[in-house]
């Protein structure tokens, strides 16, 4: 193998640059995005609470309604 090469100053500086504005963008968009995701969990479970509701519902008219000899 060849002995590496020695990379340019500026080069290591663009590379560093770059990692350090990727981590700072993430951030700010992870902030940003954050609200959002937790009134759309808030949403969901309230979806889901009313849903499982209606189910229950919906099982309980079920079973009053069906004819069996064990009543």
């Known amino acids: 193998m060849a002995p590496p090469v020695s990379v340019s100053p500026l080069i290591k500086t663009a590379r560093w ?3 350090l504005l990727g981590v ?4 700010q968009r992870f902030e940003y995005l954050k609200p959002i995701a937790e009134e759309e969990r808030k949403v969901e479970e309230a979806e ?4 499982e509701e209606q189910e229950r519902i919906a ?13």
């Open 48 to 51: 889901k609470a009313a849903r």
């Open 17 to 19: 640059s770059a990692l």
């Open 59 to 71: 099982k309980q008219l079920a079973e009053a309604n069906s004819d069996t000899i064990l009543k």
């Open 24 to 27: 700072l963008y993430g951030k």
